[in-house]
């Protein structure tokens, strides 16, 4: 298996540097592309994001959002994104797909061959993306997933406030 290739971002939001799957090596990683004018994504696919980020230990899992437009471009402009962001609470780094010179599709979703949003993509520690699960997933699914690619390694929970995490 070989690492999947970069996320091409014009702009990370919520990020103090650009953001990598290289520089994100060690770490399993799940990356939640969407776009703000999608139902599923602010009913399920935002929440699901946030509930992966305070459930799994930040040192184990790197929670991304990838907000990818294929339609309806000049409502989600960056400006728009940056609103959605403070009014949602999003707290972990969002990148902004990179639009195409070639038609409405941006680079990255192209690049991995995305058919819609939400989509949750989730990598293991070595940057191999494993999973791409489009739709509404089931929390369980998510984080039995999460979990199997967290305990690759053998990683033991980790307990703190009285909560333990993989």
């Known amino acids: 298996m070989t690492a999947a290739p970069a996320f ?3 702009a990370w939001l919520n990020a103090a540097a650009p953001v990598s799957l290289a520089g994100l090596r060690g770490k399993v990683v799940a ?3 969407f776009q703000m004018l999608c139902p599923s994504c602010v009913s399920h696919g935002i929440p699901q994001a946030k509930q992966i980020q305070n459930t799994f230990a930040r040192h184990e899992v790197e929670v991304l959002g990838l907000h990818t437009v294929f339609e309806h ?3 989600m402009g960056r400006t728009a994104l940056e609103a959605f962001i403070h009014e949602y609470r999003i707290a972990f780094p969002v990148g902004i797909d990179q639009p195409s010179d070639t038609g409405p599709v941006p680079l990255t979703m192209e ?3 995305l058919r819609g949003t939400p989509t949750l993509l ?3 520690r070595q ?3 494993r999973h791409t699960l489009l739709g509404v997933v089931p929390d369980m699914q998510a984080g039995a997933l999460i979990a199997r690619l967290v305990a690759e390694t053998g990683t033991q929970p980790h307990c703190d406030d009285g909560a333990c995490r993989l």
């Open 8 to 10: 091409q971002v014009s």
């Open 127 to 129: 940057g191999v993306l």
């Open 31 to 33: 990356v939640y592309a």
């Open 73 to 75: 471009h000049a409502a």
């Open 111 to 113: 690049r991995y061959q």
């Open 122 to 124: 989730l990598f293991d």
